[in-house]
């Protein structure tokens, strides 16, 4: 199965700025989803990452905020534009294990803290 | 619509009790999967079980098993002789065929906090 790198996987970062996570797949992979995990919560979709084509957001996301590139079938970054303390999350990339299998693998996440 | 429910919120036994986290899920789609997934305190998602919506058999992993039931909607996840290493947050995911029949995005339940108290 895929295997994520995952970078950074933690940083501190003064309101106002960006951050730029990206992931790197050991492997070829079509759909690419990225999770928010804010403190105490679950999971909650942001958007889904196809190769070539503009990201789906999920209701409450917005590409100005979040925006995304998938230049390759390997690799996709996720930025969080304009920080807030209430950006204060687990981000974390996750692939599809493939058609017909529908498992997943995830990256081991970036702990974002914004001061 | 989509939904997960894990009504319990934070269990809390002692070591070697059993314990079962109840999961709940919604969906219209005859073909979904449902996925229990650990989250200790280290933050790292730790797949624990895959199932298919065709498959009802019930699974037994070491301490670990899980019971599906189509006509209650439930996918329910039964620690048995509890450590305190089983202290973690539980997570029920459930995923549908993604547009065109690609993969789904998983939808994630709130989570079940497990205290297990030596």
């Known amino acids: 199965s895929a295997v994520i790198s995952q970078k950074p996987s933690r940083d501190i970062c003064q309101r106002g700025t960006s951050l730029t996570i990206q992931c790197q797949v050991d492997?070829?992979?079509?759909?690419m989803f990225w999770y928010r995990q804010q403190p105490g919560q679950s999971l909650t979709l942001i958007a889904t990452?196809?190769?070539?084509?503009?990201?789906?957001?999920e209701s409450g996301f917005v590409i100005d905020k979040f925006p995304i590139s998938r230049p390759n079938l390997t690799f996709s970054t996720l930025t969080v534009s304009n920080m807030s303390p209430e950006d204060s999350s687990i981000y974390l990339c996750?692939?599809?294990?493939?058609?017909?299998?529908?498992?997943?693998?995830f990256g081991s996440g970036t702990r974002l803290t914004v001061v | 619509a989509q939904k997960v429910t894990q009504a319990q919120t934070e269990i809390s036994v002692v070591e070697k009790e059993d314990v079962t986290l109840d999961c709940v899920y919604e969906?219209?789609?005859?073909?979904?999967?449902l996925f229990w997934y650990k989250q200790p305190p280290s933050g790292e998602l730790v797949f624990l079980i895959r199932?298919?919506?065709?498959?009802?058999q019930n699974e037994i992993s070491g301490r670990y098993s899980w019971n599906f039931q189509k006509s209650t909607s439930s996918f329910n996840f039964t620690i048995t002789a509890s450590q305190v290493v089983d202290s973690a947050v539980y997570f029920c995911a459930l995923s549908e065929r993604g547009y065109g029949g690609s993969q789904g995005n998983l939808i994630f339940g709130k989570g079940t906090k497990l205290s297990v108290k030596p």
């Open positions: 969906t219209r789609d005859t073909t979904y999967y």
């Open positions: 199932r298919n919506s065709f498959d009802e």
């Open positions: 996750s692939v599809g294990k493939g058609q017909g299998y529908y498992g997943y693998t």
């Open positions: 492997s070829q992979v079509t759909m």
């Open positions: 990452a196809n190769q070539g084509s503009e990201a789906t957001y």
